[in-house]
Structures are given as C-alpha cells and as structure tokens.
C-alpha cells in the first residue's frame, strides 16, 4: 500500500505525536530507519544505554537485523506497515539521508521523528542544501541548477571548467555525478547524467577532504567530535585520520561550521559535516549528512562515547557525552575481500576490529572497519607516520 496525500493528512494511527520532554525511561523502544551497518552499530549503542529497538526497512538479512529486538520488513511507502511500526516506537531515528518526505512526515505526526523532517528534505537535494549553506553564511562551491542541456551549457559558460555535474537527489559515493574538465565532456552530458534535475559545481581546489561529526541535543547542547581528515579511494572512504592534518584555526572553524548549521536547522541528533580545505587555505563546505556518519567510526575506540551513544543520547534526551578524545586515531574501511583477513583476526591493543556481518564480500560492499589506535599527540608530531 502506498501513502496517498489524503493518507498523509489522516493516519490511522491512534497515537499522537507528542515530544519528549524528559530523558526516555530505560527499556523504551528506539526505531530506526534502515537496517545497513550504521542502524546496527546504533542499536548496538542503544542497548549499551538500556533501550531496545525496532528496525524497519524492506530488506531481510541486514546488519541491524542482527542485533535489533524486533525488525519489520517492508516498503518504506507501506502505511499500514508504518502505523504498526509507529504505534510500538517510542522515538524514530534514521541512518540514511534518503527516507522518503512522506514517510518522514507520516511519522512525524504520530511520534517523534529526530532529526526532523525539515532536515532530510533539505539534505536530500543538493539545490536546496546549497542555498540553504550560503542563507546561513557558510562557503559553498558556486552552484547553478540545471534542468536541461542549454541550462548546463549556459552555467559553463558563466562558471567554467572543469566543474561538476551533480544529480540533485540520490547521489552517494561518487555516484550521480561526471566531473567536466573540457567542452567535449559538456556535450550530451545532462542526458548521460539520466536527464534528472541536477547542479553544475564549480571545482573547488582541495588539499584534503574533513569532516566533522557533531551532536546537538533537543535543549540546544552542542558536542563537536574532533574533525577528521578523509582519504577516498574509488570515490569510497577509505581512511579516517583523526584529528585531521590541518591547522588548529581551521578545526576550530570546522566546527563552527556544524554548530552554525545544527543552530539553524534546530537539528537533534549526530550530523556529518563535509568540507574541503582549499589550496589557499579555507574552508568549503560540501555536504550535510543528517546521520552518524562513516568517518565518524573511530569514535568508537578513540572516544568515551562513540558518535553511535551520542546520537541515541541526544534522541533519547540523555545529556551529551564529552567528544573530547583519549586517543589519537585512523580508520580503515575494509571493502570487499579486504574483509577477510580480519574475520578470524584476534583484536590487538591498539587496534579494532568491527565486522558488519554481511555474507557477501561484493567489491566496493563495505564490510567492516578498523579502529587503528596511537597516543594522543601522535599525529600531529609524526603526520607522515601512519
Ligand atoms: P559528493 O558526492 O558531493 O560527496 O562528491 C564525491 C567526491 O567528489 C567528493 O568527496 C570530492 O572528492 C569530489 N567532489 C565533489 N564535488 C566537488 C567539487 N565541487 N570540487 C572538487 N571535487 C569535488
């Protein structure tokens, strides 16, 4: 079955939304959207609080479907599905951008939906998540939307290239997307790109690629995890390195830059906040990601609370956890059959293994991390070192 405006309007769900005003007793129930490796390590997190939860996506045998107290399968559109679903969760959260607005607003109405629905929409189209960026002050790549061929050629002419063309929704890992370098890539490439609505970027020069990872509670209480430093390898994270190799102002910047954004979306719950350092020195925001985030991950093991407890903390008005680190750290995505080695691997002192349970190693599937441990200081006086 699927929602239909009148559906929307009307749920047939007894329950009414009404916020939490007060830690959320132990033993409540959590839902989460999305059953993939950050769902898991989420219930993983809320368990260690005390809470229970109930995953709801429309795939069988997932990562959080291992760990999860109860776990509905069906379509993220299925109404009855989601009133059942609504009716048992005292909190819904979600570990993935692309939860459908309907969805997002049918549960919104009838339990508490962090973050809230306003957040994904506009972290779900890269149009309104850049406006949005430059309204609150904060530096974006220039940008121009294009919804044909002439709008591409028209916004080349007036940005440049090499630029990048960008689908405006559903675009991850490199995916949706074809870097312009010369007229000849311009030709036909509104239609290569599946001729969806889409946004030219300007290239933006970067010597690295952070991210920061922060939290923001429902009373306004703000956690900034240390920024860390992200190496890709086809256009799939490969490396965390945290704290990032850049100048202190300029991790003090970063995080400046995701308590500015989480102020203004009234955001609860952990974010993802990408961005480059330029070649002249600045800061560039990319992208939001409203969820705990991959290069989050070492948080797990270099941190007294991981992203994973800070995020069901600020969900489950729980006071945040101190973000500060003990440790210096690097996480390594294990991506396909590099997976293998670690599966019998016995965890070191320094080193930590985290395994998704996924039973096929396909390329480019990721299947777990490992949390690689140094002492505090470390990177910063040996940054050629790891
Ligand atoms: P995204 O899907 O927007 O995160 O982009 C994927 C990757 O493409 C980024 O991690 C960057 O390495 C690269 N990229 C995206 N946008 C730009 C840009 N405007 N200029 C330079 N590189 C970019």
Not at 315 to 322: G, K, N, V
Request: with cysteine; glycine share 8%; net charge negative.
């Amino acid at each position: 079955m699927s929602l239909t405006k009148a559906d929307t309007l009307t749920p047939t769900i007894k329950k009414k939304a009404r916020p939490l005003t007060a830690p959320l007793p132990k033993g409540s129930t959590i839902g989460i959207l999305g059953s993939g490796q950050l769902g898991q390590m989420l219930a993983q997190a809320a368990k260690k609080l005390g809470y229970k939860t109930h995953i709801y996506s429309p795939e069988r045998d997932t990562p959080a479907g291992l760990v999860a107290d109860r776990e509905t399968v069906a379509d993220y559109l299925d109404l009855k599905a989601l009133a059942a679903f609504a009716e048992q969760v005292d909190v819904v959260t979600y570990e993935f951008e692309n939860v459908p607005a309907d969805t997002a607003a049918y549960l919104s109405s009838s339990t508490t939906l962090y973050p809230n629905a306003n957040v994904l929409a506009i972290a779900q189209d890269r149009w309104t998540e850049k406006t949005f960026l430059q309204d609150i002050g904060e530096r974006t790549a220039p940008c121009a939307k294009v919804d044909s061929q002439d709008d591409l050629e028209r916004a080349v002419r007036k940005m440049g290239l090499p630029a990048v063309l960008k689908t405006r929704r559903f675009g991850y890992d490199g995916k949706g997307q074809i870097m312009l370098r010369g007229d000849s890539d311009v030709e036909g490439a509104f239609e290569q790109l599946g001729g969806v609505a889409a946004i030219l970027e300007g290239f933006v020069n970067f010597s690295r690629e952070i991210s920061v990872v922060a939290a923001r509670s429902a009373e306004g209480e703000i956690a900034c995890f240390d920024p860390a430093e992200n190496i890709h390898e086809d256009h799939i994270l490969a490396r965390s390195i945290a704290p990032a190799r850049i100048p202190e102002t300029l991790l003090e910047r970063a995080k400046e830059t995701a308590t500015n954004i989480m102020i203004q979306l009234q955001y609860v719950g952990v974010i993802g906040v990408e961005l480059f350092e330029t070649d002249a020195g600045g800061l560039v925001v990319n992208e939001i990601a409203p969820r705990v985030h991959n290069s989050g991950h070492w948080t797990q093991d270099a941190c007294a609370a991981s992203q994973f407890e800070q995020h069901i903390r600020a969900i489950c008005r729980l006071p945040l956890a101190d973000p500060s680190r003990h440790s210096d750290a690097v996480m390594v995505n294990l991506i396909g059959e590099a997976v293998r080695p670690f599966e019998t691997a016995t965890a070191k002192s320094d080193e930590f293994i985290h395994l998704y349970g996924k039973r096929q190693a396909r390329p480019g599937r990721k299947m777990g991390h490992v949390n690689r441990i140094y002492p505090l200081g470390f990177i910063a006086r040996h940054p050629d070192r790891l």
